[in-house]
């Protein structure tokens, strides 16, 4: 079992940052694909980043260039720096560990982008 918690969203202007956390607990997550997901009120859960065990990353086609996934495997904690926001990143933001047959998720953290 692997335990994810995200902290870190809030509320921002358009066009600033925020670095959202996974801190993850049970299991390194050295093994782990780990990705970041959103969804949106109404809309369905999307994904945004990914970063392999390998440490390949891949990002959605609207935050390449503005979003960057990276993972501590030290501290056991996954990242996602958000830059440039936009009103359309609004949504609730879910970390995901996979390996194999078992996926795990947080329980999400709120980011508003709003002036």
């Known amino acids: 079992q692997v335990q994810l918690v995200e902290s870190g969203g809030g509320l921002v202007q358009p066009g600033g940052s925020l670095r959202l956390s996974c801190a993850a607990s049970?299991?390194?997550?050295?093994?782990?694909?780990m990705a970041w997901y959103r969804q949106a009120a109404g809309k369905q859960r999307e994904s945004v980043a990914t970063?392999?065990?390998?440490?390949?990353?891949e990002y959605e086609d609207s935050v390449k260039g503005r979003f960057t996934i990276s993972r501590d495997i030290a501290k056991n904690t996954m990242y996602l720096q958000m830059n440039s926001l936009k009103p359309e990143d609004t949504a609730v933001y879910h970390c995901?560990?996979?390996?194999?047959?078992?996926?795990?998720w947080g329980q999400g953290t709120q980011v508003t982008v709003s002036s």
């Open positions: 995901n560990a996979q390996w194999t047959i078992f996926s795990y």
């Open positions: 049970g299991r390194r997550i050295g093994p782990y694909t």
């Open positions: 970063i392999s065990s390998d440490g390949i990353t």
